[in-house]
Each structure stands twice: as C-alpha cells, then as structure tokens.
C-alpha cells in the first residue's frame, strides 16, 4: 500500500516561514492534499496540487511538487500563532477511494 | 448544515466493554470512513463504506465492526475493548464522482480511553 512520511516537529519564530516536507511512495494519485487539524479539532483541507503541476501558490501557502522524488512540500509565508497546528499531507488511495495521510508534522510558533 | 458529527465526544471504558461510535453526515455523502489518530501515527483508515449497503475493511479493522445504518450514518462498534485502543476516532464522508479531485470531510473525533 501507499506510503506517506513527514518529519513529527517543526517550531519556528513568528514572522519566519516554515517549510513542511513530505515523501511518498505511490505516484498514482492525480492529486496531492494539504490537511490542517488544529487543537482538539478534526482535519480541514488547507491546500492541494494536481500531480502535472511543480508549484501552486494561495496566499501565504506555497506547495511545490517534485514528481521525480515524489517529495511534496508546504511553505507558508510569514507564520503566525494561529498556523500553530498539525499538517497532514495526502494522497489518493484509488483502491479504496480513501486518504492515505502522512503521521503528520506538528507546527509550533513561537511569538 | 452540520457537516460531519460524532458522538459522544469523550469516552472512559474499562477492559472488555463494548461501546459504539456515532456518526452522521448532512451533505448526501456516498462514502463514509472511519479513522483512528495515534501520537506519531497519523490517521489509519480502520473501515470504510464506499456507498450505502456496502462496508469494507482498512488497515486496522481487527477488534471493530461497523453498520452503515442508511446513507447519513456509519457507526463503529467495540465489542471488546482493549487498552491498544485507546485513540482519538474520526469520521469522515466523502462524494467521490469518479473525477480525479476528492475531498474527506471530517467530523470532531471521539476521544477514547480504555483502561
């Protein structure tokens, strides 16, 4: 099956960009999601890119795709307190119509 | 429009109890999921119902079983619960149209503690 690795921690300063990577294994997914779960919450879509795609920018958030690595990243611009959250990234488990997440990459902010 | 609900919210069992797990979801959703959220593990898919009448096992279904009751609700039962399954539960719908973009709305999760 699908394999989706993040890194557990990232803490960084307020006003600094964070930069949040993924590896995965299978290529097959069409698209590739950025999920957010904030404190005692459930995950909310964040982002995602179509697979034909290197880079898609939505305000602070960047996310570049390396197709031939199979590296996915997520760069958001000028962190603030409130991105102080898990990120999850995933991809397309066409079998089963379902996500595969990552273990997901918990974001601390520091003021 | 609720989207996605689950209770109860917090649950304490003892070892060998049994419980269910509520889900419903208002947006006329096919597909519905259950996943489980362990530190350091990221969400595992335990079982999923690709459309009404239908369930399906996950990676991790041993010890759960599930009902899709009618198109709006999937409940997750333990019929015996084990300290292993002490977690944090999400549910989660899906339309999936066959077009490749696809979107799991999740509800709050039901925190779990088995002792």
């Known amino acids: 099956g699908e394999d989706v690795e993040q890194s557990l921690f990232l803490s960084v300063r307020e006003g600094d960009s964070s930069v949040i990577n993924c590896t995965y294994t299978?290529?097959?997914?069409?698209?590739l999601y950025w999920y957010k779960q904030e404190p005692g919450a459930g995950l909310q879509l964040l982002t995602y890119?179509?697979?034909?795609?290197d880079m898609k920018q939505d305000q602070r958030l960047t996310v570049l795709l390396n197709k031939k690595d199979k590296h996915l990243s997520l760069r958001i611009a000028d962190t603030q307190t409130g991105d102080s959250a898990i990120y999850f990234c995933a991809v397309m488990d066409t079998g089963r119509r379902a996500l595969t997440f990552g273990s997901g990459t918990r974001l601390q902010v520091q003021p | 429009n609720a989207g996605v609900t689950q209770t109860p919210k917090f649950q304490v069992l003892k070892t060998g109890q049994s419980m269910t797990l509520q889900c419903a979801q208002d947006m006329n959703h096919n597909s519905m999921y259950w996943y489980r959220q362990d530190p350091g593990m990221g969400l595992r898919l335990i079982y999923y119902?690709?459309?009404?009448?239908?369930?399906d096992k996950g990676e991790v279904p041993n010890g759960y079983n599930v009902s899709r009751l009618n198109k709006r609700e999937f409940s997750l039962r333990l019929e015996s619960a084990a300290p292993s399954q002490t977690s944090v539960y999400f549910c989660a719908s899906s339309e999936y149209t066959g077009g490749a973009f696809f979107e799991q709305y999740f509800g709050p999760g039901t925190r779990l503690t088995v002792t």
């Open positions: 119902s690709a459309s009404e009448g239908t369930t």
């Open positions: 299978d290529s097959s997914s069409t698209y």
């Open positions: 890119i179509f697979s034909n795609m």
